[in-house]
T-cell receptor, first 116, second 115 residues
């Protein structure tokens, strides 16, 4: 199993540009999520999905879009990049179900995004 | 609301010293509690977890006990090594949409262990 994979590892954008961060998992996990990590603030949830075709907003969703057309993939789209979106982005997945709160979440290696 | 508070870092220790990283939480209902570790340049990985009050999670010499009465989940290790240098995140999981459980993280505590 490759686990959770993310591409690209690094990206530099100019203000106003758009791009998509890719995330894929091969563990057949129902639940997938995107976080951003900023110094001194831990990880903050951007969007999450409990299954194909179902997405919901997290703590900091503004400026980001997601879709979940398959179980495996959960791309994150930046519509018009801003310097405030400079961050490290992590995708994660876990099993779903009624015991979901006790399951381990698996993280990808991250994408380091700089917006100038 | 639901939140996690960790002690401020960085924490700097000598090898073989005793480690405690404090974590307290507020939550509605009965959360599961986790410690994740992030080594330099990598994603987060689960270190240990506890799913109900008085449970003790343990892994790689690290331990944490779920204390409902003090709403705490402090991380301890009796003798740290240089290889333990990393950022440690305390987190709780609460029921969300579809009962899958969203993670809420503390701000992270950087541990540096010197030889």
């Amino acid at each position: 199993n490759a686990g959770v994979t993310q591409t690209p590892k690094f990206q530099v954008l100019k203000t106003g540009q758009s791009m998509t961060l890719q995330c894929a998992q091969d563990m057949n996990h129902e639940y997938m999520s995107w976080y951003r990590q900023d110094p001194g603030m831990g990880l903050r949830l951007i969007h999450y999905s409990v299954g194909a075709g179902i997405t919901d907003q997290g703590e900091v969703p503004n400026g980001y879009n997601v879709s979940r057309s398959t179980t495996e993939d959960f791309p994150l789209r930046l519509l018009s990049a801003a310097p405030s979106q400079t961050s490290v982005y992590f995708c994660a997945s876990k099993k779903g179900g009624s015991n979901g709160i006790s399951y381990e979440q698996y993280f990808g290696p991250g994408t380091r995004l700089t917006v100038t | 609301g639901n939140s996690v508070t960790q002690m401020e870092g960085p924490v700097t220790l000598s090898e073989e010293a005793f480690l405690t990283i404090n974590c307290t939480y507020t939550a509605t209902g009965y959360p599961s509690l986790f410690w994740y570790v992030q080594y330099p340049g990598e994603g987060l990985q689960l270190l240990l977890k506890a799913t109900k009050a008085d449970d003790k999670g343990s892994n790689k010499g690290f331990e944490a006990t779920y204390r409902k009465e003090t709403t705490s989940f402090h991380l301890e290790k009796g003798s740290v090594q240089v290889s333990d240098s990393a950022v440690y995140f305390c987190a709780l999981s609460i029921h969300g949409s579809g009962n899958t459980g969203k993670l809420i993280f503390g701000q992270g505590t950087t541990l540096q262990v010197k030889p």
